[in-house]
């Protein structure tokens, strides 16, 4: 089990013109995440409790894993977060995302917990996934990593 500090590590927060609906399918569904996520194309396993999303390279191999341990449909997510591209013995932390209404857009909240020494540069990458979860939502275009 992780340990569960009770302050984030790191927050991001952005607004997105969006439906609650659309920003929930965005955040748990495999398919939408493969349109949107900065540095994979494809993805597999759809948030579900106890169910893990992998994240893919180009070449098939999994990037990051994302296991989901609490679900408040349309509102809240939980997951561990996995980072494959270190090595296979990288410790764990742990992810949040919110969705807030707030007319015709939809607060999102990422907080990321128990980030261990080393992967600071997870934050970086908040930034970039939010980022392109942001313009995917609005215009239809990501942000995509080149290479």
């Given at each position: 089990?992780l340990d569960q500090n009770p302050?984030?590590?790191?927050?991001?927060?952005?607004?997105?013109?969006?439906?609650?609906?659309?920003?929930?399918?965005?955040?748990?569904?495999?398919?939408?995440?493969?349109?949107?996520?900065?540095?994979?194309?494809?993805?597999?396993?759809?948030?579900?409790?106890?169910?893990?999303?992998?994240?893919?390279?180009?070449?098939?191999?999994?990037?990051?894993?994302?296991?989901?341990?609490?679900?408040?449909?349309?509102?809240?997510?939980?997951?561990?977060?996995?980072?494959?591209?270190?090595?296979?013995?990288?410790?764990?932390?742990?992810?949040?995302?919110?969705?807030?209404?707030?007319?015709?857009?939809?607060?999102?909240?990422?907080e990321h917990y128990d980030i261990?020494?080393?992967?600071?540069?997870?934050?970086?990458?908040?930034?970039?996934?939010?980022?392109?979860?942001?313009?995917?939502?609005?215009?239809?275009?990501?942000?995509?990593?080149?290479?």
């Amino acid at each position: 089990m992780l340990d569960q500090n009770p302050k984030p590590d790191f927050i991001h927060q952005t607004l997105i013109r969006c439906t609650q609906d659309a920003l929930w399918d965005a955040l748990t569904q495999a398919d939408q995440i493969a349109q949107y996520h900065f540095a994979c194309d494809a993805a597999e396993g759809d948030a579900a409790l106890g169910a893990p999303t992998c994240i893919l390279r180009k070449d098939g191999s999994t990037m990051l894993t994302q296991t989901t341990t609490a679900l408040e449909p349309k509102t809240r997510i939980e997951q561990s977060f996995e980072p494959n591209w270190i090595d296979g013995n990288t410790a764990h932390s742990r992810i949040v995302f919110m969705i807030q209404p707030e007319g015709a857009h939809c607060l999102l909240t990422c907080e990321h917990y128990d980030i261990p020494a080393g992967q600071e540069g997870v934050k970086e990458g908040w930034a970039r996934h939010v980022a392109s979860l942001k313009s995917w939502l609005e215009t239809g275009q990501p942000i995509k990593m080149e290479g």
